[in-house]
């Protein structure tokens, strides 16, 4: 048996050595991956990153509250594990009250005035409160009682419901889905409704939408006459293909049709508390006048929970955490890697190949770091408009450059090694060159500097947010947050601590996450296996 | 031996770096004569010396010969076709016979790839440029057979250079110039980074190889020893010019140009009776720089036996005795 067979064949079973164990073959990826799993940091960042991944891309199916909600009464409630939003306001409007009528009844000491002078309101509050409470003798008026007791009232029955699909009973019986219904057949069934005829409400619905094309028109074109305006509009609808006009003319039906729904629901619901005896959430179906019938979820307005507490609108904090974990974290990574990628091609070609490309790519660097980037980025987003896409791609334009600065510098350091005379002299292209040998060697520095660049964007966007140009309402992002919550800081601690909580546990773990990586692309470093 | 085709064959060398000045308009303000004007064949199977101080343009031969810096003027052929002159496609077919092995074999192997990769990156390369046939297997079977060759057993192919001693790298580096079949290998310094006792574990390696595979070798060394031991020919290099080409039976019996008796009589002799007799050549001041374009003699500032004349005449290379070369005016006639 010949040398090369004896191979082949052992090749075949799977190469094994002299105590039969086999041999596997090996990439730097994978060593990295087994290196990685030694550090436990590393580890443990990855799964606080990977807690971060799951929760932001499962948050449509978490059980919390929508992001976008606003409940205006809910305004700026304090976190709380147990208690629900209606306790939470009573114990506000009790301690307001209170408050109030102890500051009538009782006269304070000069300290204690000097005192007052120095707190803030809810301090303030909080010391009528105590010396009421400690007198004894404060009472609430008659009228303080019965808002007090008009609010536990509105605590108990007010709701909150979603109308799910609609369905519209035909006279043949068959049941439709509200939003499979073509025109003609929505007016009529809205007219079934209001007792009108279906061709008074579709006139007047072909009304309404061109009222609202003409003032969409307007808002495009501002400065503009009305005679213009109405020969824009007839142009306009003209050159309008007749689906997208139906369009408007199906909204517009479909939102009457879901207001009676709404207001009828409303009323049954009513009566539901009323009676008594259900149990909350309720899910239910409902029958409007015999043509409709819909599910309805319905659950006790006062009876959520904020454990993260409420911002100034009364959007759940911990929904909106979650929902603006996503735009940072997605801002973070995709920033960083678009930076990356053009940096480390751009660097690393200027680098090797030197002379004119690197002169001129060098110098383009200098000149855009030359422009102030806060400029660069709100000229982008004035000229492409506001949209998170655009802040991703104004992020990216300005970021490369330091990329390409450190890249072109390891790589220029790298280049007159041996080993790249070495591939040389076999005759590697440029292309080979850069990207399998000097690449993969300064890959410890674009790693580290790649890591700590997602804070870096995190914190840019932030701060773009905090300006007015990066994510707007309804969307939120952690800098958006925080930049909300700072306004607020002393008397509503936690719609900053949250947020600046969740931020900083990710830009730890990116941070321990990146050291752990460097560490492992080294096959060199000192934590070997 | 003379009777054997020349494989490699360069002809009036010169290899200048342009030092450049000026404040925005870069212009060439003068050069460093790496290389001025050598000539030099390589027999198929020989091994040709190159011996010489630090600086006085060895490795750039080296390099100049595997094409990595274009040459200012002259010509190499290799098998009768100028190097020089080739298109890039052409270049990379006849390189693949021209292979070369590095000084430090801790720079010369990528820390970022196993031993496999390594080897197998220029079958890759030449597989990929469609200048040679071969499957993966083939190459993994192949870089077993190469690993074996060189002494290496096969199931280190996973493993990092980090993991290997020198003179383990300087054998994957060695299984790295084979992996193409070459003809000739220019091995720059090979064994002067590694321990004595691994210099002749490798330099054995090389001769192992030379009979087997029937390579020819320009090796490049600063160790005269070691130069005796593995050269067929050796020349000496002073100032990036050739002073002196011999067998190496004759050069180091009878050196004949001032400079190499100077660097003959540098080199310690290992018997202490011999030692003490003997007289030392030590040559005043130091190498001067090669910015300097020159109308006498290289060695004209430090030779000790000097003449009038050598100063404003460059000592052509003469054939004296079976192929003893040697650039001096102190042989033969004057202005010939």
Known sequence: MTDTTKIEKENEQGLTNEFQQEIKGNSLTKDAWKRLKKNRMAVISIMVIALYAILSLAAPILPIHTHTKIILEHQNLRPSLTKTAGELLLEKKDLELFAFATKQAVTTTPEQKAALKKMQPNQQFDFYYDLGKEMGTVSLSASDQRIFDNLKEKVEIELLFDIKTLYYIDAAGDSKALNKLDVPKTAEALSLLTGTSAEDILNRTHKEANEQIRKELQIENENITAEELDLLLTTHLNAMRESVYNRYLKENLDGKIVNFAIDFAQQELDEVVKAGDVEFPLKTTLHMADYFTFKVEASKKHERIYIFGTDYVGRDMLARIIYGGQISIAIGFIGTITSVLIGTILGALAGYIGGKTDYLIMRVVDVLYGLPYMLMVIILMAVFGRNILNLFFALAIISWLTVARVVRGQIISLKNSEFVEAAQSMGASTWRIVFKHLVPNSLGVIIVFSTLRVPAFIMLESFLSFLGLGVSAPYASWGSLIGDAVEGMNLFPWRLLFPAMAMSLFLFAMNFLGDGLRDAFDPQSKNQL | ?336
């Open chain 2, 1 to 336: 031996m003379s009777n054997k085709q020349p494989l490699l064959e360069v002809k009036d060398v010169k290899l200048h770096f342009p030092i450049e000045d000026g404040v925005l308009f870069k212009r060439q303000v003068g050069a460093i004569r790496a290389i001025d004007g050598i000539s030099f064949t390589v027999r198929e199977g020989e091994t040709l010396g190159i011996v010489g101080e630090s600086g006085c343009g060895k490795s750039t031969t080296a390099r100049a010969i595997a094409q990595l810096h274009p040459v200012t003027e002259g010509n190499i052929y290799f098998e009768g076709k100028d190097l020089t002159k080739m298109s890039t496609k052409e270049l990379l077919a006849t390189r693949k016979n021209i292979q070369m092995v590095f000084q430090d074999p801790y720079a010369s192997l990528n820390p970022r790839m196993t031993v496999r990769t390594i080897i197998s990156e220029p079958l890759n390369i030449y597989v990929k440029r469609r200048l040679l046939e071969m499957s993966q297997t083939e190459i993994e079977n192949r870089v077993e057979e190469l690993m074996e060759i060189v002494g290496l057993s096969r199931f280190y192919k996973n493993r990092y250079p980090h993991e290997f001693s020198g003179g383990q790298r300087q054998r994957i580096g060695i299984a790295r110039a084979l992996a193409l079949n070459p003809k000739i290998i220019l091995a720059d310094e090979p064994v002067s980074a590694l321990d004595v006792s691994i210099q002749s574990q490798i330099l054995n390696l090389l001769k192992d190889l030379q009979k087997e595979f029937g390579l020819a070798y320009v090796f490049i060394a600063h160790d005269l020893a070691v130069i005796e031991y593995i050269s067929n020919r050796v020349a000496v290099m002073y100032l990036g010019k050739l002073v002196e080409i011999a067998d190496s039976v004759l050069l180091y019996k009878n050196p004949m140009h001032p400079y190499t008796q100077a660097l003959m009589s540098a080199a310690p002799i290992p018997d202490p009776q011999i030692e003490k007799n003997r007289k030392r050549i030590i040559l005043k001041g130091d190498v001067p720089s090669p910015d300097k374009e020159r109308i006498g003699c290289y060695f004209y500032d430090r030779c000790p036996k000097k003449m009038e004349y050598c100063k404003t005449h460059i000592p052509p290379m003469k054939d004296l005795v079976k192929g003893h070369q040697v650039a001096c005016w102190l042989y033969g006639k004057k202005g010939e």
